[in-house]
């Protein structure tokens, strides 16, 4: 692997937190420092820095191929940069070996794009399944929890049912329950919204926020879904060609000079390239 | 490219079983995946791997009996049936038909899992994947194929028997006394060592390539074929091999 990533200004890591952001403390609970990511020839990511905060939900938009789903998979560690560190709560991750990283996923969920839910079980399986792994409460008990958090998603009789038999929107709602099971401390969202319908996807936003206002998580949100951003996000951040052309929030966002950001906000055609995100980023 | 290509899958396959041992013997056990992986991948299996075993030995005598026509070959029919059963046709039929079914279907549910990102969903719960798919697998395998070889050998003299009795005139007594005479314990070893052999190659290959499907359903069945024909290959070269140090084992 060539090492001459060439140290770039980028755009300043996040600025002061507003105080309507309920920071707890001081320090960022994510702090991402010269994320460097490439796949063959292409760069995907190139030294990003930010910082994500205690309490916040920080929304990363781009295009689709931007890089989004890479960065959001370096916060939990299941996929590893080429360069650059990823600090969680004091501790650098990137370095961690696949078991040592198990304590750091328990307090960290995460939503797929798919849902991702065992298909050879039922939805009360899927949701009990984190709780039998790595709790020792009764089957009772888990059973109390599971529909407690089926509750939560407006899901309360889809227990019995296969993933097969629920509909898109309610696989991720179904999938976000059990990414809710032990209780975490911050959820990851992978393009929560692609391939709903506008009512869901404003269902799903509210969800978000619900859970955000309930469970007092940190929340980390990739999507090209403008929609969702503005219904969700506390600061949002724009990926374009591996780097940051924006972080901050949405006042910021929109008296930011940036002509790109300008576009994607707009859902306007980019300048000679293709526009198939525009399509799909206004429902 | 190729080549480096072939080390690097066979690396990675290495580590693989490496992690698949630990998580076997690592705590807790999973005793109620590793009974519905018998059932699912052995009890299942005994239908196919009988019939084409029984069938191997009435082949095997018949075979026998008609391209050594001299007078007193027919008496030796029982000890050419069990030897080429036991050392060679048993653990290697069984291998390669219990394998294909087992092997692509583990590569099939694997690489679903693979590439609906389920696999990537367990290891973001903190859960391994080798420990909770792999491992149950591999130990079932390893039970369940030597115990089909062996049930497959017994059935395939069994058929043998039967052609001999009934189409050659050959009285049991003489057919099962010519195979308790000849058939060592060295025969049974190297057959049933074979098929351990064999259970870890399929487990490997079949997880192996259904961790790393990539790209959809189409990807799937890429990576179902290949696991098969992978399989197939590496069992017949690793059979050569094998038989050659459990010859050297013996002298």
């Not at chain 1, 309360?156 to 629920?166: C, H, I, Q």
């Given at each position: 692997m060539p090492q001459d990533r060439q140290p770039q200004p980028l755009s300043?890591?996040?600025?002061?937190?507003?105080?309507?952001?309920?920071?707890?403390?001081?320090?960022?609970?994510f702090a991402i420092r010269g994320l460097t990511k490439s796949f063959g020839e292409r760069k995907?990511?190139?030294?990003i820095d930010f910082d994500i905060l205690r309490g916040e939900t920080f929304v990363i938009l781009g295009r689709s191929g931007s890089g989004k789903s890479v960065t959001l998979r370096q916060l939990n560690g299941l996929d590893k940069p080429d360069a650059g560190k990823v600090i969680f709560d004091g501790r650098d991750?990137?370095?961690?070996?696949e078991r040592d990283l198990y304590p750091v996923r328990r307090r960290i969920a995460m939503l797929f794009q798919g849902g991702a839910?065992?298909?050879?079980?039922t939805i009360s399986d899927n949701v009990a399944f984190p709780l039998r792994e790595h709790t020792q409460l009764s089957e009772a008990e888990i059973a109390a929890k599971v529909q407690e958090k089926l509750g939560l998603v407006r899901l309360?009789?889809?227990?019995?049912?296969?993933?097969?038999?629920?509909s898109g929107g309610m696989r991720k709602r179904a999938a976000l329950a059990r990414s809710l099971a032990l209780d975490p401390e911050v959820v990851l969202y992978d393009?929560?919204?692609?391939?709903?319908?506008p009512m869901t996807s404003a269902a799903i936003g509210h969800l978000i926020r619900q859970i955000h206002g309930h469970l007092n998580v940190t929340q980390v949100v990739i999507t090209h879904d403008i929609a969702l951003a503005r219904q969700v996000g506390d600061r949002i951040a724009y990926l374009s060609e591996g780097h940051f052309r924006f972080v901050g929030d949405w006042a910021a966002a929109e008296r930011s000079s940036d002509r790109e950001l300008g576009d994607f906000l707009a859902g306007r055609e980019l300048a000679e390239?293709?526009?198939?995100?525009a399509a799909s980023a206004q429902p | 490219m190729r080549v480096r290509n072939l080390a690097q899958r066979t690396g990675e396959m290495a580590v693989l079983s490496g992690r698949a041992f630990a998580a076997m013997a690592a705590?807790?056990?999973e005793v109620t995946l590793w009974f519905a992986q018998m059932d699912q991948l052995g009890v299942r299996s005994l239908a196919v791997a009988g019939v084409a075993t029984t069938f191997t030995g009435m082949v095997l005598a018949l075979q026998t009996a008609y391209s050594l026509p001299?007078?007193?070959?027919k008496y030796y029919i029982g000890s050419v049936v069990a030897k080429s059963l036991v050392r060679e046709l048993g653990p290697v039929l069984t291998a390669l038909i219990v394998g294909g079914r087992i092997g692509a279907g583990m590569t099939a549910e694997i690489g679903t899992m693979t590439v609906t990102e389920q696999i990537d969903a367990m290891r973001s719960m903190a859960v391994d994947p080798v420990k909770k798919l792999v491992a149950p697998k591999l130990g079932a395998v390893l039970v369940m194929l030597p115990a089909l070889t062996v049930i497959g050998c017994g059935l395939g003299i069994l058929g043998g028997l039967l052609v001999a009795v009934?189409?050659?005139?050959?009285q049991a007594s003489v057919y099962l006394n010519n195979i308790v005479q000849y058939l060592t314990l060295a025969d049974v070893v190297s057959g049933v060592g074979k098929s351990f052999v064999f259970a870890f190659i399929i487990t490997i290959i079949g997880c192996y390539n259904g961790l790393h499907t990539t790209g959809g359903a189409d990807g799937v069945g890429r990576a179902t074929t290949d696991t098969v024909v992978t399989l197939a290959i590496t069992v017949m070269i690793s059979d050569y091999f094998l038989t050659r140090l459990f010859i050297l084992l013996v002298s």
């Open positions: 300043p890591p996040s600025p002061p937190s507003p105080p309507e952001l309920r920071t707890a403390a001081n320090e960022p609970l995907v990511l190139d030294g991750i990137t370095a961690l070996a839910l065992f298909d050879s079980m309360p009789e889809a227990g019995p049912k296969m993933p097969s038999d629920l393009e929560p919204t692609t391939g709903l319908d390239e293709d526009g198939d995100h | 705590r807790p056990l001299s007078i007193g070959v009934i189409q050659l005139n050959v």
